[in-house]
């Protein structure tokens, strides 16, 4: 496979700033000379990512990632390195060059095939939507006239046709520059693998409406199909209103929320989430105005969908369709959405009103102003939801069950002020006494420190939400060991760099470390005049490790002007001797204690003993560069 092109890199590398290329995944904040925001890597409710743009790198002390455009990129977007400089460098229009004069582009990855078979899916849909044909006019008619929708709102969010004849689809894609396992893991057509050939292809989605969804970069990597007239009666699925695309190597519909890409652009400005039920009713939601609607993907809203809202805000409101399958799902969203740290309001809608009924009816922005008005709690929710009608007059064990089930909810939210904000609003909302609810919470806190569930026993034992108990912003502590001050100092003050390689004894290195190592290699550059700055370490990395090691370092508090590095140097190069004199005299001093004390063996280790004194006595001092 050719590989990309040294040049390429540092051009990347020089031209792309690496707050672009972490924005759309994570609502950043200025802190100084910095940027702060949520993790993409672990649910936290506490900020611990930081960006800095000035020297090009990302730490994420929530989980211990750090690098730079591309380390970030590999790990946001599960790649390998070739794969994460293809990404940015098609993000910003940026051209590859390989190694050997320029060779063609390497083979695509399966990820990027899919990707590919995805955007050109969507053109094919796109054009039978708008085809001049008897089909193409009956979509467009369902389009306008069913659905209530303008066309242009079709044309804006690519919405398609899927052909009823299973052949359309096979044909287009038939001489389509594809590998087989491309076809066979894109989602699109039922194919198995030992089928090598698209004529044994069965496309999944026929004579449906087609709707994309995006990830987060707006790239289309599946598909929602709404049942129409015309899905043919012998489609396995025709009994489905809607069918989805399945889990593919781009799609896992337990991490996506259709269109985030697009409301997380206007989130800053509106203040909240607006999440409603299904695509249609986001899509509703965008064309009338309301641009922060999301929807989950036809399941349960999960903890990795809310700690995605999370990054941006700490507002949503959920809008609950008026049936009893809406509110039962809003109630199974609250407990999720309370350990996501997420302040969630909920918008009760009238017995069979829906979100894009209401919108297609009445001005958006009224009707948003509205709803928020009527908003209420998730406590106030929950409370009606499992009452299921007035309260006053519920005899006191149903009380006591209710009860029971809201201490497990409110238990999920980390901050005491919130807790006690809803124990006061479910006394309040089932008129009964607050500190007997109180009492009660605490007694039901104890049973379940005495009888921990297994989820309760995974968090007590450090489980998903541990990394995110503590936020540690960057760190300005203590170097802990020789070799990370001098590998430090060095990054700052690269002209010290060869007379250190001179000075500095490989054999005082302890190369079992990550700084050892990493310290090794970083003066072998020195020494052979192959030092090309922090810019390029990226060729001596072997590790994780290291690459988080170097991050750490590169993003600690640079030294003032008026730093003098020469006694740091001395410093940090004594210990480095220190440590390695007291390893030696320790192990002679072992060695000598095993052996009888006239052998020659014995006599040799005096002597060695002796020579590693002279070596200490007559350390040489480190003379200015």
Not at 275 to 289: K, P
Not at 353 to 365: C, F, I, M, R, T
Not at 487 to 512: A, R, T
């Amino acid at each position: 496979m050719p590989i990309i092109s040294r040049q390429t890199i540092e051009d990347i590398r020089a031209r792309v700033n690496i707050h672009d290329v972490v924005a759309p995944y994570v609502q950043l904040r200025r802190v100084g000379s910095s940027y702060r925001g949520l993790s993409p890597f672990n649910p936290e409710k506490t900020p611990s990512f930081y960006v800095h743009p000035d020297r090009g790198f990302f730490k994420c002390f929530s989980s211990g990632e750090g690098g730079d455009v591309f380390k970030f990129i590999q790990r946001v977007e599960n790649l390998n390195f070739q794969e994460a400089v293809e990404r940015i460098a098609e993000s910003f229009n940026i051209q590859i060059e390989y190694e050997k004069g320029g060779a063609p582009g390497p083979p695509r990855s399966l990820k990027n095939e899919i990707l590919a078979i995805h955007e050109d899916a969507t053109a094919f849909y796109a054009d039978q939507f708008w085809a001049a044909s008897e089909l193409g006019q009956e979509i467009r008619n369902y389009w306008v006239d069913n659905r209530k929708f303008d066309l242009e709102i079709a044309k804006s969010y690519r919405i398609g046709l899927a052909p009823p004849d299973p052949k359309t689809l096979v044909n287009f894609f038939r001489n389509k520059p594809y590998s087989m396992e491309a076809f066979q893991a894109c989602g699109l057509f039922y194919l198995k693998e030992t089928q090598t050939s698209l004529d044994y292809a069965r496309p999944r989605f026929r004579g449906r409406l087609m709707i994309p969804i995006k990830d987060i970069q707006g790239r289309v990597i599946a598909f929602t199909a709404r049942q129409l007239s015309m899905t043919p009666q012998d489609d396995s699925t025709r009994d489905a209103k809607y069918i989805n695309s399945p889990e593919t190597p781009i799609f896992h519909k337990g991490d996506v929320l259709f269109g985030l890409e697009h409301a997380r652009k206007h989130v800053e400005a509106e203040g909240a989430f607006l999440m409603v039920e299904g695509q249609l009713d986001a899509i509703r939601c965008f064309s009338s105005g309301l641009h922060t609607a999301v929807a989950p993907q036809g399941t349960g809203i999960t903890e990795m969908q809310l700690a995605k809202l999370k990054r941006y805000t700490d507002l949503l409101y959920i809008v609950l369709d008026g049936d009893q399958a809406g509110q039962k799902a809003a109630l199974r969203a609250l407990p999720l959405t309370l350990a996501a740290g997420l302040d969630t309001r909920f918008i009760p809608l009238g017995q069979g009103q829906d979100p894009d009924n209401l919108l297609a009816e009445q001005d958006g922005s009224t009707l948003w102003q509205r709803w928020k008005s009527e908003a209420i709690s998730g406590m106030c929710f929950a409370v009606r939801s499992l009452s299921g009608g007035p309260t006053r007059n519920l005899s006191p064990g149903k009380k006591t069950a209710i009860l029971e089930q809201l201490y497990g909810i409110i238990a999920q939210a980390d901050s005491a002020v919130i807790r006690e904000d809803y124990l006061l609003e479910a006394a309040h909302e089932l008129h009964v006494d607050l500190s007997a609810v109180k009492r009660d919470y605490y007694s039901f806190l104890e049973r379940k420190k005495r009888f921990p569930t297994p989820a309760s026993r995974l968090s007590a034992e450090g489980g998903m939400d541990s990394a995110a108990a503590s936020s540690p912003g960057p760190s300005k502590g203590v170097l802990t060991s020789a070799e990370e001050a001098i590998l430090f100092l060095l990054f700052h003050y690269e002209q010290y760099g060869k007379l250190i390689s001179q000075y500095v004894d490989p054999q005082w290195i302890n190369e079992q470390t990550t700084a050892g190592s990493l310290l090794h290699k970083t003066l072998a550059e020195f020494e052979h005049d192959a030092w090309r700055g922090t810019s390029n370490l990226d060729s001596l990395l072997e590790s994780d490790a290291e690459s988080n090691l170097i991050t750490d370092l590169l993003i600690r508090e640079q030294p003032g002007e008026d730093f003098d590095p020469h006694p740091h140097f001395e410093a940090a190069r004594r210990r480095l001797f220190d440590k390695f004199f007291d390893k030696q005299r320790q192990q002679i001093d072992e060695e000598i204690a095993n052996l009888p004390p006239d052998s020659e063996e014995t006599a040799d280790r005096m002597k060695q003993r002796v020579e590693l004194r002279r070596l200490k006595s007559k350390f040489p001092p480190l003379p200015k560069p």
